[in-house]
C-alpha cells in the first residue's frame, strides 16, 4: 500500500488528503490528511469518494479522431498533427483571432500556464477563456476595480476568529463543505451569522437572520444595508478617511435605497434590512462569504462592487476576521486565473494591453505576441454561432451542460470548422469533437493548485494514467512544440519554475517550498513566507475605491406566460456537469437523476407531487425532471441543479451577459410547469 | 474465527441460471419461469429470497414465487422499478441470469398446521404468498381452512389473475379480491374497495386462525388493526414478510436492518410481536 | 510467557515478522498524520496519537473487488494476496474494534472474502507508555497475537496464544512486578468518554431521548459521510459493478447510514426517509442495537468519528449532550 499526499479536485476549499494505492497498483480509498490546516482529518463526501472516478471503465485511454462522422482510435503523432494542422491552417486563412482556446479550473496551474502560453505564443491569438468566466468573473472585475485583486482577501482561519459572518449567495455546507463547518463552528462559538438567500440553505437554520431576499435583488438589498448604516452613523469613518477614495459618490448613490423601497423590490420587511443593518456594522471584525448568487447575473460585476462597499464602508477590510471572501469554486480556478487563462491578463494578471508586460513575456518566449484583448468565452460561443470563432481548443472542459442556453451552445460548436477535446471521460461536449485526447486526471499527475484562500499546493501523481492517456502538460508541450516555441520541461517543477521567473505573486513559489502547507499568494521572493490576508496596511490598488451602483432588474423575470423564477445551482452531492461524480458510486446512488425543487403552495396549484415527472419550459428550451416538493425554495421559484445531462438545466437558462465580465444569468430566468 | 470457504467460491459468487419462460402479469410486471444450470433445485422454502445478479447492475433481492412442491423450476415475479428490474423485463427465453440463495428466514409453515390460515396480499406481495398457497394447494390436508384475500390497486393491476381464478374454484381455499378503484371503462365486475373490508367481511374462530400478510409497506397497519379486531389478538397469530433494500441476503451489508435485526436473515418473514415495537419496522 | 526487549529487538523482532507477513507499522505521512504503513526498515512510531486509519480498512477495504464475471457469465472469486497482514502498533481500543467486527463477519453465513485476508493474519499489540506524548494506554486482555508494552527504557513482551510464543522465544524474561503494576493501572484507567456514552446508551435505552433532539443533531450534519467511514466497527457496504471488454469486476464500497439512498428502494419508500432518523441511527444502532444483536456496544470509544466530524457530532459529542440534557437527576 500507498499513500500519496494529494489536493482534492474538486471544490476550492483546498482540501488535502492520500490516495491509497494497493500493492496491484489499484486505487482503494481516501484518507483525509490529519494535520492539513483545511483538512484537518475531515472530508466532505466528495472528498470521501474522490478515488472512486479515477479507474472508471469510461475513461479515455486512446486519441480518437473523427472519420466518416465517427471517432476512431489513432495514435498520439497524428492526432496531435492533425490538430495543429487544422488550427495553424485556420489562423492563417482567417487570422489568429478566429480560433479559440477554452481552459480549465480543473487542471494545474502549471497547464493552465501552458495553455495560455499555446494561445499567445503558438497561435498567436488572447482568445483564451476558462469556466470562471461562469462562475466569478464578476468577482476579478469588480474586486480588481474597487480592492486591487480579486482574490479572497482573508484566510479560512479568520473564521476561528470572527465576530460575525454575512453569507450572501452562497450555499457553503453544500458547495464548500469544510468552510460551511468552519462557519457553523463560529456559530457555536458564538459568532452571529445573517445568511441572505432565497433558499433555506442548511446554514439558515442556523442563522441570526435570514433574509430570503428575491433573485438578483443584492444590490437593492446591499445599498440598503449602506444606507442604513450611515443613517444611523454605524460607519467607520477613521477608515473611509484614511484608506478609501470616492466616498461621496457612494453616499449620494444610496439615497434612494430606504428600507420600505428596499423591502418593496426584495420581498423583505424593512425591520430586517434595518437589524441586518445594524449587526453586521456593530461587528467589531465582520467577514462576507459570497459566491454565485452574487456573480452569476446580468449585474454580476455590481453586486461585487456593492459587497466590496460594505466592507470598505464598515472598515471590514485588511484584518483577521474581516474581508470580501467571494468563495472559488474548482479546485483551480484561482490558479487558472492567476496563471492568465483570461483573454486580458498574462499570469499575475499583468495585462496583455500593457506594453512592458507584452515585452517582459515575448523576450521570455522569444515570439512577438498580440496587444489587442481576446474573446471572453460566452462570447466566443457566440462568435462561434455566427461564424466568427472558426477553431477551438477546450481542455477539460464541459461548455454542453456548463453554459446557459444549451441550444446555442451546440449550435456554436456543431459550426465550428474545427473542434478538439483534451478530457478524462468523453463528456457531451467531446461527442461533438473532431479530434478527442486521452488526458491523466489528478490522480495521474504532478501540478500545483491554488485554493480559494490563495494557497497554492502540490497535486501528486499516484497511479499511473489508463491506456495511453498523457498529462495535460505533456500534451500542451508537444503541441507547443509543433507551434516552433520552446517547451522541453522535465517535469511540472520546471514549469513552475519558469511561471515564478515571470509572475510576481509567485516570484517566491518553486516546488521544493511547497511540501508543508503550500504557500499564499502574493509570494514576492523565495524568502516570504506568504500573505494569508490582503490589503493589511494598504489596498492592493493604494485606496479601496467606493464604486456606487444602481439597482437593474434581472433580464428576464416571470411573467404570464413563464409565470415562475428558475434558480439554478449545484447539489452537495454532484460536481458541474457530473462527469466525475455521477460515475462515483456512492454519490451516483444518492442523485441518480435530475429534480426540480418546486414549493409546497406551487405543487399543490400545479397539482404535482414529489417523484412525478414533469416538463420545465423556457424561451429556450423544455427539460424533464422529477418534482421534489420542498420548503427550500420560496413560492414562485424553482431550482434545478446543472449536474444532469438528461434533464439539463442549461437548456432553460438565459444567457443575458453582464455587460462588463460577460457572465450569463444563470440564477435568474422565467420559467413554466406542465405535467408530463 | 470459522475458516473461509475454499479459494475456488465464495458465497458472493452467483450460480448460473437459464431463463425457461417470461410472461406478463400486468403492465409493470411479469413472471419469470427459470431453472438452474447446475440441473439442481433451488431448494427454497415458501417465503424465500434470492439475489438476482445481472453483470455490470449488481444484484436485487427477489422473492420466489412458486412452491418448492412444484418442482423442477422457480418462479419471479418482478416489477419493473429500478434498473436490474429494467433489465430484466428485456430477457428472453434461454438468458442466462446468476442467482443467490434462496436465502431468509420462510413462512413459519409449521404453525399454520391445522390453522384456519388467511393468506392476505397487498400488490406485489402475491408473488411471494402465491409460493405459500401452491404450498397449501398441494397440502390440503395440513390446513383446517385457507383464505385467500387480495387487493390490488386496479383491475389491471391485478398479478396472476388465472391463478386467482383457479383459486376461486378450488375446493381447498376461499378467495377474494377487490381493487382500490375501477376506472368506469374497465370491464372488471368484482369488488372495489380496500382490502380491510374483505378481512372485516370473515368469519373465522379467531382463537384457531392465523394470518399471512405481505403487501407494500402502508398496508400493514390498517390490516392489522383490522386482523385484531377479527381477534386474532394473541402471539404467533399474524405473519408478516418486510421488504428492505438487501445487498447481500446474508446479513453483512447493513442495507435492511430494523434496530437490531437484519430483515435478510432474521426475516423477512416476522411474527407481528417480534417487530411491532421496533422503530420503523412498520 | 514475559519477555523483555530493548528497542533495538523490537527492530529484529519485526523483521523476522516481515518475512512472512505483510507488516505494517506505525509510521507518519507527510503532513504528520500518524498512520499503518508499510514497513521498508525505516524508523518506527512507537509513541503517538492512535493510527488515523481504521485497522479493519486492511480486511474490509474501502473498495473491495469482491469477484469477476467473465464476459461468458462465468464468475470467480477475486483472488487475495497470499501473505497474510501483520498489524503492529494496534492498542486495546483498535483490538476491541476488530474482535469486533471478526465476530460480525464471522457470523453464519460467514463472510468468506473477510476471512479470506483476516485469517492468518497477525495482530500486535502496542500499549503501557506508548501514547501521545508517552502518555499510557492500557494493556490488552487478549484479542492480539502478540503484545508489546512500553514501560520507558524497555519493552515487556507477550503473547497472546501459544501459537505466537516463538517469536519471543530467545529474548530474555520479562519482569512479572513490573507487567503487575501496569495491569494495575489498567484497571484503573478510565477513558474521558466512558461515563458519557454509557449514560447515553443508558437514556436511548429508556427512550429519554427525544426526536426533537435528533432533528436538533441532525440540523448541524453536513452529510459528509465521515462518521461512518472513520468508524472501525461500521460494515455497511454498497456494491458497484464495473465493466469492460474483459468482464464485470463487482465489488462492494463502504457505505454511510446517513446518506439518504442507504435504505431507499427503488419504489421510493424510505424506512430511513428524514436526517433525524438517519442521525438517530447512527448512534441507536451502535449503543442499543448492537448490544442487542452483539451483547456489546458497537462504539468501542476510539474517538475516529469525532475527528473526522467537520461540525462536531460525532459519538462522543452526542453522547455528551444526551447525557448533559436527559439524565435524570439522582432521588432526593
Not at chain 1, 513552475?496 to 509572475?503: F, K, N, R, V, W
Request: hydrophobic share 35%.
Amino acid at each position: 500500500m500507498t499513500a500519496t499526499l494529494t489536493t482534492c479536485p474538486y471544490c476550492g476549499t483546498g482540501c488535502n488528503f492520500y490516495l491509497l494505492r494497493d500493492e496491484d497498483g489499484r486505487l482503494t480509498g481516501v484518507e483525509p490528511a490529519g494535520n492539513h490546516p483545511t483538512s484537518r482529518g475531515q472530508l466532505c463526501i466528495k472528498g470521501w469518494n474522490a478515488h472512486a472516478f479515477v479507474e472508471h471503465p469510461d475513461r479515455l485511454t486512446i486519441p480518437q479522431i473523427r472519420t466518416k462522422g465517427n471517432l476512431q482510435p489513432v495514435d498520439w503523432q497524428t492526432a496531435l498533427d492533425l490538430i495543429h494542422e487544422k488550427l495553424s491552417g485556420i489562423a492563417e486563412k482567417h487570422g489568429p483571432d478566429s480560433l479559440m482556446f477554452l481552459s480549465s479550473a480543473k487542471v494545474s496551474n502549471e497547464e493552465n500556464y501552458l495553455l495560455m502560453k499555446l494561445a499567445r505564443a503558438g497561435y498567436g491569438t488572447n482568445n483564451i477563456d476558462h469556466c470562471a468566466r461562469l462562475c466569478h468573473s464578476s468577482t476579478v472585475t469588480g474586486l480588481v476595480e474597487t480592492l486591487g485583486s480579486g482574490a479572497m482577501t482573508n484566510s479560512l482561519s479568520c473564521f476561528d476568529e470572527t465576530e460575525l459572518i454575512f453569507v450572501i449567495g452562497s450555499n457553503t455546507t453544500e458547495q464548500h463543505p469544510l468552510i460551511g463547518s468552519r462557519i457553523l463552528q463560529a456559530v457555536w462559538r458564538g459568532a452571529k451569522l445573517i445568511v441572505a438567500d432565497s433558499r433555506k440553505i442548511r446554514l439558515a437554520r442556523h442563522a441570526d437572520l435570514h433574509l430570503r431576499h428575491m433573485n438578483g435583488t443584492d444590490v437593492a438589498l446591499l445599498n440598503g444595508l449602506m444606507r442604513q448604516i450611515l443613517l444611523e452613523g454605524l460607519e467607520n469613518r477613521s477608515f473611509i478617511a484614511s484608506r478609501t477614495e470616492n466616498f461621496a459618490a457612494l453616499e449620494k448613490s444610496l439615497a434612494p435605497f430606504h428600507p420600505e423601497y428596499v423591502a418593496k423590490v426584495t420581498g423583505l420587511l424593512p425591520e430586517q434590512i434595518i437589524s441586518a443593518a445594524r449587526m453586521y456594522a456593530k461587528a467589531e471584525k465582520a467577514m462576507i462569504v459570497y459566491a454565485m448568487g452574487i456573480t452569476q447575473h446580468s449585474h454580476g460585476v455590481d453586486n461585487v462592487r456593492a459587497v466590496s462597499n460594505l466592507a470598505l464602508l464598515t472598515g471590514n477590510l485588511g484584518r483577521p476576521g474581516t474581508g470580501v471572501n467571494p468563495l472559488r469554486g474548482q479546485n483551480n480556478v484561482q490558479g487558472a486565473c492567476d496563471m492568465g487563462a483570461l483573454p486580458d491578463v498574462y499570469s499575475g494578471y499583468q495585462r496583455v494591453s500593457d506594453p512592458a508586460a507584452r515585452l517582459k513575456f515575448s523576450a521570455a518566449w522569444q515570439t512577438r505576441l498580440p496587444e489587442k484583448p481576446g474573446l471572453l468565452s460566452t462570447h466566443a460561443i457566440e462568435a462561434a454561432a455566427a461564424g466568427k470563432i472558426r477553431g477551438m481548443l477546450i481542455l477539460g472542459e464541459n461548455p454542453m451542460l456548463s453554459d446557459a442556453n444549451q441550444n446555442l451552445v451546440r449550435q456554436a460548436l456543431e459550426k465550428l470548422e474545427f473542434l478538439a477535446v483534451i478530457d478524462i471521460f468523453p463528456t457531451e461536449t467531446a461527442q461533438l469533437a473532431d479530434v478527442v485526447l486521452p488526458a491523466a486526471c489528478y490522480a495521474e499527475r504532478d501540478g500545483t493548485f491554488t485554493s480559494t484562500e490563495r494557497r497554492v499546493q502540490r497535486g501528486r501523481k499516484a497511479v499511473a494514467p489508463p491506456g495511453e492517456a498523457q498529462a495535460d502538460w505533456q500534451i500542451l508541450c508537444a503541441l507547443l512544440q509543433r507551434c516552433g516555441v520552446k517547451a522541453d520541461y522535465a517535469e511540472p517543477g520546471e514549469i513552475m519554475a519558469e511561471i515564478s521567473g515571470l509572475t510576481p505573486s509567485y516570484a517566491g513559489i518553486s516546488y521544493a517550498r511547497l511540501d508543508g502547507n503550500g504557500l499564499q499568494w502574493p509570494c514576492p521572493d523565495a524568502q516570504h513566507p506568504g500573505t494569508p490576508i490582503l490589503h493589511r496596511e494598504q489596498c492592493a490598488r493604494g485606496k479601496g475605491r467606493f464604486s456606487p451602483v444602481a439597482y437593474r432588474p434581472p433580464k428576464e423575470l416571470p411573467d404570464a406566460s413563464y409565470p415562475l423564477l428558475l434558480n439554478t445551482g449545484r447539489t452537495g452531492i454532484h460536481w458541474h456537469t457530473g462527469s466525475m461524480t455521477r460515475r462515483s458510486h456512492l454519490l451516483d446512488r444518492e442523485e441518480r437523476s435530475a429534480f426540480v425543487e418546486i414549493n409546497p403552495e406551487d405543487a399543490e396549484k400545479l397539482q404535482v407531487r414529489t417523484r412525478q415527472q414533469v416538463k420545465i419550459s423556457s424561451r429556450r428550451g423544455a427539460i424533464q425532471a422529477a418534482a421534489k416538493v420542498t420548503e427550500r425554495v420560496p413560492p414562485g421559484q424553482i431550482f434545478i441543479p446543472f449536474h444532469f445531462a438528461e434533464g439539463a438545466a442549461n437548456a432553460l437558462t438565459n444567457n443575458a451577459l453582464d455587460p462588463e465580465s460577460g457572465i450569463p444569468e444563470f440564477k435568474v430566468c422565467a420559467v413554466r410547469i406542465d405535467p408530463c | 474465527m470459522p475458516q473461509p470457504l475454499n479459494d475456488s467460491t465464495s458465497i458472493y459468487v452467483p450460480q448460473p441460471c437459464t431463463l425457461l419462460e417470461v410472461s406478463d402479469l400486468t403492465p409493470q410486471e411479469k413472471l419469470f419461469r427459470l431453472c438452474l444450470d447446475s440441473g439442481g433445485e433451488l431448494g427454497q422454502q415458501p417465503g424465500q429470497f434470492v439475489q438476482v445478479s445481472i453483470p455490470g447492475l449488481t444484484e436485487a433481492p427477489i422473492s420466489v414465487a412458486n412452491s418448492p412442491t412444484r418442482r423442477g423450476y422457480f418462479e419471479l415475479g418482478v416489477r419493473k422499478a429500478g434498473t436490474l428490474t429494467g433489465a430484466m423485463h428485456q430477457l428472453q427465453p434461454g438468458d442466462t441470469l446468476g442467482i443467490r440463495g434462496p436465502f431468509g428466514r420462510p413462512f413459519q409453515l409449521a404453525a399454520l398446521v391445522d390453522k384456519e390460515v388467511l393468506l392476505i396480499a397487498g400488490g406485489c406481495g402475491l408473488a411471494p404468498l402465491r409460493s405459500l398457497i401452491q404450498y397449501c394447494q398441494d397440502r390440503p390436508g395440513d390446513f383446517k381452512s385457507v383464505h385467500i384475500l387480495y387487493g390490488a390497486r386496479s383491475p389491471q393491476d391485478l398479478l396472476f389473475k388465472e391463478d386467482l381464478e383457479n383459486w376461486q374454484s378450488s375446493e381447498t381455499f376461499s378467495c377474494r379480491y377487490i381493487v382500490d378503484k375501477s376506472p368506469g371503462s374497465s370491464c372488471y365486475d368484482g369488488e372495489t374497495g380496500l382490502i380491510t373490508r374483505l378481512i372485516g367481511a370473515l368469519e373465522i374462530d379467531s382463537k384457531n386462525g392465523c394470518a399471512v400478510v405481505v403487501g407494500p409497506p402502508p398496508m400493514y397497519r390498517p390490516v392489522i388493526a383490522e386482523l385484531r379486531r377479527l381477534g386474532l389478538t394473541g402471539k404467533r397469530q399474524i405473519m408478516l414478510s418486510l421488504e428492505r433494500q438487501m445487498r447481500c441476503g446474508i446479513g453483512k451489508c447493513g442495507h435492511c436492518t430494523i434496530e437490531h435485526l437484519y430483515c435478510c436473515t432474521d426475516g423477512p418473514i416476522f411474527w407481528l410481536e417480534e417487530i411491532e415495537h421496533l422503530r420503523g419496522a412498520l | 510467557m514475559l519477555k523483555r526487549l530493548v528497542e533495538r529487538d523490537i527492530y529484529d523482532l519485526l523483521g523476522r515478522i516481515a518475512d512472512s507477513y505483510r507488516l505494517r507499522v506505525p509510521g507518519l505521512l507527510d503532513d504528520g498524520t500518524r498512520t499503518l504503513l508499510p514497513w521498508d526498515g525505516q524508523q518506527i512510531s512507537l509513541f503517538g496519537e492512535p493510527p488515523q486509519r481504521k485497522p479493519t480498512a486492511y480486511f474490509f477495504p474501502q473498495t473491495d473487488p469482491l469477484l469477476k464475471i467473465d464476459p461468458r457469465g462465468q464468475a470467480t472469486p477475486a483472488a487475495v494476496a497470499e501473505k497474510p497482514f501483520a498489524l503492529f502498533g494496534l492498542d486495546s481500543i483498535d483490538l476491541a474494534a476488530l474482535a469486533f467486527t471478526d465476530r460480525f463477519f464471522s457470523n453464519p453465513p460467514p463472510d468468506d472474502h473477510y476471512l479470506r485476508r483476516r485469517n492468518g493474519a497477525l495482530l500486535i499489540g502496542l500499549t503501557g507508555y506508548a501514547g501521545p506524548s508517552r502518555g499510557f494506554l492500557p494493556l490488552v486482555k487478549g484479542n492480539c497475537d502478540l503484545e508489546l508494552i512500553a514501560c520507558g527504557e524497555y519493552w515487556l513482551a507477550r503473547a497472546g496464544c501459544k501459537s505466537a510464543d516463538h517469536w519471543l522465544a530467545h529474548y530474555p524474561p520479562g519482569d512479572q512486578e513490573q507487567l503487575a503494576v501496569l495491569q494495575r493501572e489498567s484497571a484503573q484507567w478510565n477513558h474521558r468518554a466512558a461515563v458519557d456514552v454509557q449514560q447515553a446508551m443508558e437514556l436511548l435505552r429508556q427512550d429519554m431521548v427525544p426526536d426533537s433532539f435528533w432533528e436538533e443533531i441532525a440540523s448541524r450534519c453536513i452529510l459528509c459521510s465521515g462518521c461512518n467511514l472513520a468508524c472501525p466497527t461500521c460494515t455497511c457496504f454498497c456494491v458497484q459493478d464495473r465493466q469492460t471488454a474483459t468482464g464485470t469486476v463487482r465489488s462492494r464500497v463502504w457505505d454511510s447510514c446517513q446518506l439518504d439512498a442507504f435504505m431507499r428502494e427503488a419504489s421510493g419508500h424510505n424506512p430511513l426517509g428524514t436526517e433525524a432518523l438517519r442521525t438517530r441511527r447512527r448512534i441507536y444502532h451502535k449503543l442499543v442495537a448492537d448490544p442487542e444483536r452483539w451483547g456489546e456496544p458497537g462504539c468501542v470509544l476510539c474517538g475516529r468519528c469525532d475527528r473526522a466530524c467537520p461540525t462536531g457530532i460525532g459519538m462522543f459529542a452526542v453522547a455528551k449532550e444526551i447525557a448533559s440534557r436527559f439524565a435524570i437527576s439522582s432521588p432526593d
